[in-house]
């Protein structure tokens, strides 16, 4: 499943930049929140959320590019798409590390 993307050294180093701008917003989120009252609940859907809707998504999407013949199209809506993930993440950190 996750040949494809080990196999395009683009979409490959797309996924990395987007799990690690990921991973920074959930520790910064987590460090806050772990500072005031934590609540399990909160911390668990900081965790979740964003591989089922930012992680998983790429995910498919890659799958999907064994359907394009041409693998352009898909090219450039997972690189839309993981530059939009990278975006929202670092906006996500800037207001958490601003709180």
Same mark, same amino acid.
């Given at each position: 499943?996750?040949?494809?993307?080990?196999?395009?050294?683009?979409?490959?180093?797309?996924?990395?930049?987007?799990?690690?701008?990921?991973?920074?917003?959930?520790?910064?989120?987590?460090?806050?929140?772990?500072?005031?009252?934590?609540? =399990?609940?909160?911390?668990?859907?900081?965790?979740?959320?964003? @591989? *089922?809707?930012? +992680?998983?998504? %790429?995910?498919? !999407? #890659?799958?999907?590019?064994?359907?394009?013949?041409?693998? =352009?199209?898909?090219?450039?809506?997972?690189?839309?798409?993981? @530059? *939009?993930?990278? +975006?929202?993440? %670092?906006?996500? !950190? #800037?207001?958490?590390?601003?709180?």
């Amino acid at each position: 499943m996750l040949g494809i993307i080990a196999s395009h050294e683009g979409m490959l180093v797309a996924m990395w930049v987007v799990m690690v701008a990921i991973g920074l917003e959930i520790v910064v989120y987590l460090a806050t929140r772990l500072r005031r009252k934590a609540d =399990i609940g909160e911390m668990a859907e900081a965790v979740t959320r964003p @591989v *089922l809707f930012d +992680i998983f998504p %790429l995910i498919i !999407l #890659s799958m999907l590019r064994a359907i394009d013949g041409t693998h =352009i199209l898909l090219l450039i809506w997972y690189y839309v798409a993981a @530059v *939009l993930i990278i +975006i929202r993440a %670092l906006l996500r !950190l #800037s207001a958490n590390l601003r709180r």
